[in-house]
Nanobody
Framework: QVQLVESGGGSVQAGSSLRLSCVAPTFTLENYDIGWFRQTPGKEREAISCSSRNGDTWYEDSVKGRFTISRDNPKKTIYLQMNNLKPGDTGIYYC?????????????????WGKGTQVTVSS
């Protein structure tokens, strides 16, 4: 059974930082491309960042330069460091291993998701 457990969200003011974590105990992460999705109010879930097993990374334009994706393979954990947060970053964040990451984006055809972690940024 696939398990994905996101954490690290919270309510912060604009300009603050958060680090999200996603534990994926059923994955050997070094064998997978990984990614993060965000669902903002009234919108569909969309990919915002990914990292391939070969080291390629991609960031959606609105987070480029502010967010950094990383992984700790032995700990089976995926991270998303978020700096200079903006109100538009408010939403629920989900990790998504086992997609296809290129320098142009992240394709994810799997049907498993964790519960996500809520990030709320106030101005």
């Amino acid at each position: 059974q696939v398990q994905l457990v996101e954490s690290g969200g919270g309510s912060v003011q604009a300009g603050s930082s958060l680090r999200l974590s996603c534990v994926a105990p059923t994955f050997t992460l070094e064998n997978y491309d990984i990614g993060w999705f965000r669902q903002t109010p009234g919108k569909e879930r969309e990919a915002i960042s990914c990292s391939s097993r070969n080291g390629d990374t991609w960031y959606e334009d609105s987070v480029k330069g502010r967010f950094t994706i990383s992984r700790d393979n032995p700990k089976k954990t995926i991270y998303l460091q978020m700096n200079n947060l903006k109100p538009g970053d408010t939403g629920i964040y989900y990790c998504a291993p086992n997609g296809w990451c290129t320098t142009r984006g992240y394709s994810y055809g799997m049907d498993y998701w964790g519960k996500g972690t809520q990030v709320t940024v106030s101005s």
